[in-house]
């Protein structure tokens, strides 16, 4: 239910409606707009329609959301989540471009492409320490070693940092070292995982899953919220369908539609999704016209030699090119780079 309150509601009305909430144990969940405060009230349907809500000082009426995404979806949130990382922001006018390597392989070669990646006019660095690898015997990440390079790549370059979460036991750990954590396709819908990274208030990059539906990316993102932590991005990073020349397909249309079911920021990942160096410049730019809030590009200093995902990743040179190269796209959707 969202309990939508009048433009003058004073506190003290806002903590009684939360009172009588909470007294019948459902969940609260506040969304401070610009023009207007929303309650969303989650909590047993029954329950909630019961409560003579509609009657309280400061509220100005009461509806249900139909949808089964509650705090991901528009109704609870009109506008657009903006949410800020260190100096940065994802969701806002600026496109959110988030780079480095796949896995974090060792300290120079991180803090080597990280300096690279920040002249060529990255936010963010990414990489790796807890790889989800399809094979057992290949290169796992180096742990919370990886970490540790990642924290002082961000030092060394002012970046705020993306790493891979995999297992709840490495919450503590992962978020000590992490400004976003990121939750691979593997684990879209590791509840228990997502649960856990709703108790915390670090960013959560939420990638979608290998056969996912938008549906269940969409209530995959509440699980999250569910728990408090709202402030979730959406990654779409291709699907597996019968195709087989890409990686994945990489599906922009995910993009526009998220964005209108969603309040929250979607950034698009043509690394993963095309698989193809070759092809990524092309997918960045038309995920920018699709309406992304931003971009998860793969950067290795000698792709050839990466232990992991090196025939998708751009060598730093043709990184700084695609900076370039989205500017005059990223101008024509509003926004800047
Ligand atoms: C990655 O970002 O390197 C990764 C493993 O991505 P995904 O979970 O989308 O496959
Ligand atoms: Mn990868």
Same mark, same amino acid.
């Given at each position: 239910m969202i309990i939508v309150l009048k433009p003058n509601a004073t506190p003290k009305q806002i903590e009684n409606i939360k009172k009588k909430l909470i007294e019948h144990g459902v969940s609260v969940h506040l969304s401070k707009g610009r023009e207007r405060t929303i309650i969303g009230a989650i909590g047993e349907e029954s329950v909630v329609s019961e409560l003579p809500l509609a009657a309280m000082p400061g509220v100005e009426k009461v509806m249900p959301i139909l949808k089964p995404y509650k705090l991901v979806s528009r109704e609870f949130? *009109?506008?657009?989540?903006?949410? #800020?990382? /260190?100096? !940065? #922001?994802? /969701?806002? *006018? #600026? @496109?959110?471009?988030?780079? /480095?390597?796949? +896995?974090? !392989? /060792?300290r120079k070669k991180l803090l080597t492409v990280a300096e690279e990646v920040k002249k060529a006019g990255a936010g963010f660095i990414r990489g790796g320490a807890f790889k989800p690898r399809t094979s057992p015997y290949s290169f796992q990440g180096l742990g919370e070693e990886g970490l540790k390079y990642l924290a002082e790549a961000r030092e060394k370059t002012g970046l705020p940092v993306v790493t891979e979460l995999m297992d709840p036991r490495d919450t503590e750990m992962v978020v000590k070292y992490a400004d976003v954590i990121q939750i691979g396709a593997r684990n879209m819908q590791n509840f228990r995982l997502l649960k856990e990274v709703g108790l915390t208030r670090t960013p959560v990059l939420l990638k979608r899953g290998l056969s996912a539906t938008i549906k269940e990316f969409l209530m995959s993102a509440e699980y999250i919220m569910s728990q408090g932590n709202h402030q979730v991005i959406f990654c779409e990073r291709g699907i597996r369908t019968f195709e087989t020349y890409t990686r994945n397909t990489l599906d922009l249309c995910a993009v526009p539609i998220l964005k209108k079911e969603s309040h929250l920021p979607v950034i698009v990942d043509p690394s993963h999704g095309v698989g193809i160096r070759e092809f990524i410049p092309q997918m960045a730019m &038309? &995920?920018?016209? +699709? =309406? +992304?809030? =931003? @971009?998860i590009i793969e950067v290795h200093s000698r792709p050839e030699e990466a232990l992991s995902d090196g025939e998708q990743s751009l060598e730093p040179k043709a990184f700084a090119r695609l900076m370039k190269d989205i500017k005059g796209i990223a101008r024509l959707m509003g926004r800047s780079s």
């Open positions: 949130r *009109k506008e657009n989540t903006i949410i #800020k990382v /260190g100096r !940065e #922001k994802i /969701g806002g *006018k #600026k @496109l959110a471009v988030i780079a /480095g390597p796949c +896995a974090v !392989e /060792g &038309a &995920a920018i016209a +699709a =309406g +992304a809030d =931003g @971009l």
